[in-house]
T-cell receptor, first 115, second 112 residues
Framework: EAGVTQSPTHLIKTRGQQATLRCSPISGHTSVYWYQQALGLGLQFLLWYDEGEERNRGNFPPRFSGRQFPNYSSELNVNALELEDSALYLC??????????????FGSGTQLSVL | QKEVEQDPGPLSVPEGAIVSLNCTYSNSAFQYFMWYRQYSRKGPELLMYTYSSGNKEDGRFTAQVDKSSKYISLFIRDSQPSDSATYLCAMRGGAAGNKLTFGGGTRVLVKP
C-alpha cells in the first residue's frame, strides 16, 4: 500500500514568489494535515482538511493557504515568500474524523528554500 | 512556556543500552499520546500510540503515560545503531480535535 506522497521533494524560490506544494494521502484516508518543520522550531501545525473542508488552522498568516480536492489530495500555497518560510513542509493523512482512533501518517516532506 | 516540553539532547548511548526519553505537557485535555521517529531528511514515522494513562509495549519499545503528572516516556531496549534518529512526542485531545501538538524532539545516537 502506498504511503503519503509529496511533491516536489525540493523547491527553491526567491523572496516574494509563490510556492505550491502537493500531497496525496494514503488510499482511503480523507483527512490531510500540513505541518511546518523549521530548523530549531519543531513541527508547527498549519492546516487540517477533511472531506474538502478546512477544519482547523494554525497560527500562521493568511498567505499560507491550501485546499483539498475531491480525490482528497491537497495543495499548500505560500504567497509572498519570506526567508523565514524556508523549512521542511510535511503532509500527513488519517482515516477521517468519523473514527475515534485517528493516527497520522506522514510523507517525506517538501524542503522549501527561499533565497 | 511551550505546551509540550522535550529535551533536545543529543542523547548518546552504547549499543545494547536502554534509551529513555520523556516529555512533559501542560494541557490536561490531552488524551492521546504518540511517539514518532524521524530520520534525517525524512518524515516522522509513528512508533507508539496510547490512549490515557498506562503502559504499552511493542517489541523493544515501551510507552508510558502518567496523566496525573502530565509526563510521558518511551523506552527502547537493546538499542541498535539503526535506532539513531530524532524522537518526537505528540499528543492531542480536547478542543484541539485531531490537531497534534509536538514536542521539539530528542536526537538519539546509538554508538556501535
Amino acid at each position: 500500500e502506498a504511503g503519503v506522497t509529496q511533491s516536489p521533494t525540493h523547491l527553491i524560490k526567491t523572496r516574494g514568489q509563490q510556492a505550491t506544494l502537493r500531497c496525496s494521502p494514503i488510499s482511503g484516508h480523507t483527512s490531510v494535515y500540513w505541518y511546518q518543520q523549521a530548523l530549531g522550531l519543531g513541527l508547527q501545525f498549519l492546516l487540517w482538511y477533511d472531506e474538502g473542508e478546512e477544519r482547523n488552522r494554525g497560527n500562521f498568516p493568511p498567505r499560507f493557504s491550501g485546499r483539498q480536492f475531491p480525490n482528497y489530495s491537497s495543495e499548500l500555497n505560500v504567497n509572498a515568500l519570506e526567508l523565514e518560510d524556508s523549512a521542511l513542509y510535511l503532509c500527513a493523512s488519517s482515516p477521517g474524523t468519523s473514527t475515534t482512533n485517528e493516527k497520522l501518517f506522514f510523507g517525506s516532506g517538501t524542503q522549501l528554500s527561499v533565497l | 512556556q511551550k505546551e509540550v516540553e522535550q529535551d533536545p539532547g543529543p542523547l548518546s548511548v552504547p549499543e545494547g543500552a536502554i534509551v529513555s526519553l520523556n516529555c512533559t505537557y501542560s494541557n490536561s485535555a490531552f488524551q492521546y499520546f504518540m511517539w514518532y521517529r524521524q530520520y534525517s531528511r525524512k518524515g516522522p514515522e509513528l512508533l507508539m500510540y496510547t490512549y490515557s494513562s498506562g503502559n504499552k509495549e511493542d517489541g523493544r519499545f515501551t510507552a508510558q503515560v502518567d496523566k496525573s503528572s502530565k509526563y510521558i516516556s518511551l523506552f527502547i531496549r537493546d538499542s541498535q545503531p539503526s535506532d539513531s534518529a530524532t524522537y518526537l512526542c505528540a499528543m492531542r485531545g480536547g478542543a484541539a480535535g485531531n490537531k497534534l501538538t509536538f514536542g521539539g524532539g530528542t536526537r538519539v545516537l546509538v554508538k556501535p
